[in-house]
């Protein structure tokens, strides 16, 4: 299938109020991924496996969930402690993205230490570069902080 074809068959199923899962094992992934992408950005909590298998090819498992349950902030400098934190305290959201390179990693872990001591636990972090290429300038290396949470419990039972 390509891309369209798997948006609309994704959106039928989560129309259908049950969460999306395929297990596949083509060689052309990058329609199925660049479909999950959508909904990742439509803000549903999207999960992506890739396994091995007895025939040694990678078996691709997606799963999505049929409602949009995540948050996603780039941090900036003027952003807040409290307004992010504020947003997360929707009940119906269970995971939070929250990212930022420089000085605002600082938001970040401020955010994450807030977070964790709610509820809500560290799933996965990553640690990178982003590199900008400016004109008349050297590169410039700023390092990323991205953190993933998830809800470990319901926020009325805090």
């Not at 969460?19 to 052309?28: K, L, Q, R, T």
Request: charged share 20%.
């Amino acid at each position: 299938m390509q891309k369209l074809e798997w948006v609309s068959h994704i959106t039928n199923v989560l129309n259908s109020d049950i969460p999306f899962s395929v297990f596949i094992v083509d060689e052309n992934k990058a329609p199925l991924l660049f479909a999950c992408d959508i909904f990742r950005r439509r803000n549903h909590d999207v999960r992506i496996n890739i396994q091995p298998s007895e025939t040694q090819k990678a078996v691709l498992h997606v799963w999505i969930s049929c409602r949009p349950v995540t948050l996603e902030f780039t941090v900036r400098r003027y952003d807040t402690v409290s307004n992010i934190v504020e947003q997360m305290t929707d009940p119906y959201v269970e995971s939070v993205t929250v990212r930022g390179c420089g000085m605002v990693t600082n938001t970040v872990c401020a955010v994450v230490e807030h977070a964790i001591h709610s509820g809500w636990f560290v799933e996965k972090t990553f640690l990178s570069t982003l590199t900008q290429a400016l004109p008349a300038q050297p590169k410039q290396r700023n390092t990323a902080l991205h953190v993933v949470l998830r809800r470990g419990s319901l926020i009325c039972t805090i």
